[in-house]
Structure formats: C-alpha cells, structure tokens
C-alpha cells in the first residue's frame, strides 16, 4: 500500500469541547503518524477559502460562520493509504449515520458541528495540506 499524506482538521465543537487529545489518539491508535499540528483560529476570508468548494450550497454561509466560531487544530497525518483510512475513523457526515466507534459517531453533535474534517481524496488532501502548512512543516527525513 502507498503512504499518503491527508489534512486532518479538529473543528470548533471539538476543540471547545476539549476533545483534541482524544481525537489524536484515534489517529495514532489507528496507525496514523502526526507529522504537523497547530491549534489556529481561521480569519473569515481563510474559512471562506477552505470552504470555498460549498459556495454555492445554502448552507455554505452558515459553515464557513461555524468553522471561525472558535479555533480549530489542523495536523497532517501520514501513513498507509491515509485518505481512505482517516476518512473511515472519521465515519459519515451526519453522525447519525456513522458507524459504530467512528469519531463522528461519538463525538459530533449535528450534521453541521460533525467534529473532524478529513480530505476526501488524495487530490484535495495536498491541495487542503497546501493551504495550512508549509513543505520544511512535514516533509522531513523521520
Ligand atoms: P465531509 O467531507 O464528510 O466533511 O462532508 P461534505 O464535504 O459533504 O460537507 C462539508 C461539511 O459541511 C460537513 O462536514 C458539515 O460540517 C457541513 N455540512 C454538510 N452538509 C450540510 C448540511 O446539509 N447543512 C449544514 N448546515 N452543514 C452541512
């Protein structure tokens, strides 16, 4: 299997409600290895960017209100076909229908306040790496 890289993002329910280390465990429990991580408060225009894909979905105005509510912890995760398997940690956009032991389906609270982004494929995993951290910040010798 190929080692990917995949942005992870720690959303503001999450991290008001103190749940970083506990999501972090996940990761790395599940075989993901944390090669950058930073707590940021996103400016208006960084939410309306990294959400910028939704523009033209009605809740689009709503989401990008939320995800600047409060500071976020992004990190990028590395490891074995690491898109698809964070993205399985993480479990279905609406928690209603994630899967048992999914994050989402522990943690989040609403479709909207779902706890955890992930990329979704390995294209907009180095794109949505790109936008918050810089190369020396993960690709490094070990
Ligand atoms: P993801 O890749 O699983 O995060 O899902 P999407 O890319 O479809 O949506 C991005 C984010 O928008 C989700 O994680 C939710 O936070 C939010 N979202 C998705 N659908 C809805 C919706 O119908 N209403 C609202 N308010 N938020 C939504």
Do not use: C
Request: aromatic share 10%; net charge neutral; charged share 25%.
């Amino acid at each position: 299997m190929a080692i990917e890289r995949t942005l992870s993002m720690i959303k503001p329910d999450g991290v008001e409600r103190n749940l970083v280390g506990v999501i972090l465990s996940h990761y790395e429990a599940g075989g993901l290895r944390i090669k950058a991580l930073r707590r940021q408060q996103l400016s208006l225009a960084q939410g309306r960017a990294f959400y910028a894909v939704h523009k033209k979905r009605p809740f689009y105005e709503e989401l990008v209100n939320y995800i600047v509510r409060s500071p976020v912890v992004v990190s990028v995760l590395e490891g074995d076909n690491a898109v698809t398997k964070h993205r399985h940690m993480m479990g279905a956009t609406n928690p209603e229908e994630a899967a048992a032991d999914t994050i989402r389906k522990k943690y989040a609270q609403s479709l909207q306040e779902n706890t955890v982004h992930g990329s979704d494929s390995l294209e907009n995993a180095a794109w949505e790496v790109s936008f918050f951290f810089a190369l020396s910040e993960y690709d490094y010798f070990n």
